[in-house]
T-cell receptor, first 114, second 112 residues
Framework: NAGVMQNPRHLVRRRGQEARLRCSPMKGHSHVYWYRQLPEEGLKFMVY????????ESGMPKERFSAEFPKEGPSILRIQQVVRGDSAAYFC????????????FGPGTRLTVT | GESVGLHLPTLSVQEGDNSIINCAYSNSASDYFIWYKQESGKGPQFIIDIRSNMDKRQGQRVTVLLNKTVKHLSLQIAATQPGDSAVYFC???????????FGKGTKLTVNP
């Protein structure tokens, strides 16, 4: 499977716990983007990363949310002390160096906070 | 507010008919536009894209039209099939950046 991979597909957390979402980009892609989608809505940009660098985090909430894309391994979106309002589908996309805009999405992680 | 939006939230067509899904955008600096298809429980699937130096682009059964004068984008699906039933989103690269801004989506239902 050469597509974008995300895990877990479903994640249930109690309020106050931490959520870790993982994303492996398509083979050959070095640009990763995270988006959040609430029910019946479009996707909202959160953060754009390249290997070891955060390029644009203008869509990330100031507190509790962080993202990384280490030299080795998947990109991680971390949400600390989750609240009910964090319940959403989180999608990762990747693109290659030649076309930043041609972003291909993974299947998403559906986070439910109880 | 959102710089990309859609005129109709739902569209119902008969199998075999042509479908047209519309989208309005407001950021004149955006120069790349994409249509995505999202089926229930899945991630958005890339359908077709168009750059601002073009006004029309065709793919397999799909055509995207771009009217920069009125900031309007449309997706035409020929001979719509039941498998085309999904939510369709348009997206733009906000102000020419790598950040994609999505509209709210149009739910297409194809009746047999």
């Amino acid at each position: 499977n050469a597509g974008v991979m995300q895990n877990p597909r479903h994640l249930v957390r109690r309020r106050g716990q931490e959520a870790r979402l993982r994303c492996s980009p398509m083979k050959g892609h070095s640009h990763v983007y995270w988006y959040r989608q609430l029910p019946e809505e479009g996707l909202k940009f959160m953060v754009y990363l390249q290997k070891e660098n955060i390029i644009d985090e203008s869509g990330m909430p100031k507190e509790r949310f962080s993202a990384e894309f280490p030299k080795e391994g998947p990109s991680i979106l971390r949400i600390q002390q989750v609240v009910r309002g964090d319940s959403a589908a989180y999608f990762c996309a990747s693109s290659g160096d030649r076309s930043y805009y041609e972003q291909y999405f993974g299947p998403g992680t559906r986070l439910t906070v109880t | 507010g959102e710089s990309v939006g859609l005129h109709l939230p739902t569209l119902s067509v008969q199998e075999g008919d042509n479908s047209i899904i519309n989208c309005a955008y407001s950021n004149s600096a955006s120069d790349y536009f994409i249509w995505y298809k999202q089926e229930s429980g899945k991630g958005p699937q890339f359908i077709i894209d168009i750059r601002s130096n073009m006004d029309k682009r065709q793919g397999q059964r799909v055509t995207v039209l771009l009217n920069k004068t009125v900031k309007h984008l449309s997706l035409q699906i020929a001979a719509t099939q039941p498998g085309d039933s999904a939510v369709y989103f348009c997206a733009e690269n906000e102000g020419g950046s790598e950040k994609l801004v999505f509209g709210k989506g149009t739910k297409l239902t194809v009746n047999p």
